[in-house]
């Protein structure tokens, strides 16, 4: 193989979809994908939100970016914004299922995050769209890339899938344990699923040209009260949290042929968190 390097990271216009495409890293995504040639679908549950989002990357990226409005755990209508997309617009050759809620720490409250009391409904929507969502974008979008014999899938995890949140960075003075706020205990489990689904994708259609990994960033900063900052980058060997554009370079890499022999893996890029 004599490739040029840089070559390889070119994505030649492949139509790129992504889930929670209008969040806060899922226009960062949008952008590695853009500036590496690709086209960019974003696909979001939040009309309003989607379409301020379509409007600004058009603005730098003009005819390269669709919206999608779409509730991913919903299996029809997954079915059919899929083939709409693949119709409308043109094959997909990545899919990026970064979708996910974020379940907040709770302040306190009788009713909130700690495991003793949480609610069974709420575990329930959040592996909805971080599990289920991811399960059923792969589950149609994935056989297409198969009969084509090419496509990349990425599941967006986080450091968080590989370790355990660290319940000492959320503690509060005054509070007795039993009020003490935790991360919510599905970050942490659906973030590790994903992980679990990479694997079992990869090897499912490995012999069919479809290669499927994961990213697992650390925190990024986002006006993250100083507080917790001061706490966390105690535990980061580079001792700060990631800047939102940090992880562009390596979701570029992961969706393109630079990554072409490179499937099932879980790539860490967490400041070294997880080394300690």
């Not at 899938?153 to 968080?160: G, M, Q, R, T």
Request: glycine content about 10%; charged content about 20%; hydrophobic content about 40%.
């Amino acid at each position: 193989m004599n490739k040029n390097t840089l070559k390889q990271f070119d994505l030649q216009k492949q139509i790129c979809v992504i889930t929670g495409g209008a969040g806060f890293l899922g226009v960062q995504h949008a952008e590695a994908l853009l500036d590496g040639n690709g086209r960019v679908v974003l696909i979001d549950v939040n009309q309003a939100r989607l379409q301020e989002k379509v409007v600004q990357l058009k603005k730098g990226y003009p005819r390269r970016v669709w919206g999608y409005q779409l509730d991913i755990t919903d299996e029809a209508a997954v079915k059919k914004v899929v083939n709409k997309i693949e119709k409308e617009v043109r094959p997909i050759g990545v899919l990026i299922n970064n979708a996910a809620n974020n379940p907040q720490v709770g302040q306190g409250q009788k009713d909130f995050s700690r495991l003793e009391l949480f609610p069974k409904d709420v575990w329930q929507k959040d592996f909805d769209v971080g599990v289920t969502g991811a399960f059923l974008m792969s589950k149609y979008i994935g056989p297409l890339m198969a009969e084509r014999g090419v496509g990349v899938i990425l599941n967006v995890a986080s450091d968080l899938g590989v370790i355990a949140p660290d319940q000492r960075l959320y503690k509060k003075d005054g509070l007795k344990a039993s009020q003490q706020p935790v991360k919510p205990i599905t970050y942490s489990v659906t973030k590790h699923a994903l992980i679990g689904l990479t694997k079992y994708l990869a090897t499912y259609w490995a012999d069919m040209g479809v290669r499927v990994n994961s990213i697992s960033p650390g925190g990024v900063y986002n006006n993250t009260p100083e507080d917790f900052v001061k706490k966390l980058t105690t535990l980061i060997p580079l001792g700060r949290m990631a800047q939102a554009d940090e992880y562009k370079a390596a979701i570029l890499f992961l969706c393109s042929d630079a990554s072409s022999y490179m499937t099932g893996a879980n790539l860490v890029i967490d400041g070294g968190r997880t080394c300690w």
